[in-house]
């Protein structure tokens, strides 16, 4: 239960003025992998990027298989970018093993940027 109809049909025209304002976004050589709401599956294409993000405004999250992904990908760490932790507790369900770091206030970017630098 969602308190509007956020991904699903209902939501066409909010994906058609997406794709309206990505038109003009040139979308460069990606540098690494990034799992698709709408397929659960790694994308490397940058020709397939604004279709992708288009389409999940439409299209349910297939959640529960892109931290399944992420983690048989080898994937230990994830940060949770924005206020609240509500990803954070969706994956502890998930996967326990996944460390995931909330990163809500601009001092946190550069905490996580900085490890980042040092992993």
Not at 12 to 18: T, V
Not at 48 to 60: G, I, S
Request: hydrophobic share 45%; proline share 8%.
């Amino acid at each position: 239960p969602v308190s509007a109809p956020f991904h699903c049909p209902l939501m066409a025209p909010a994906a058609r003025g997406l794709a309206e304002a990505l038109a003009d976004v040139t979308v460069y050589k990606l540098r690494a992998q990034v799992v698709t709401n709408v397929e659960a599956a790694p994308n490397l294409d940058p020709s397939r990027v604004k279709e992708l993000l288009v389409e999940q405004v439409t299209h349910p999250v297939r959640w529960v298989e892109v931290v399944q992904r992420l983690v048989a990908e080898g994937c230990t760490e994830a940060w949770e970018v924005g206020p609240g932790k509500v990803l954070m507790a969706l994956v502890r369900r998930i996967d326990r093993n996944l460390k995931v770091t909330p990163v809500g206030a601009p001092e946190d970017v550069h905490k996580v940027l900085q490890h980042a630098r040092q992993a």
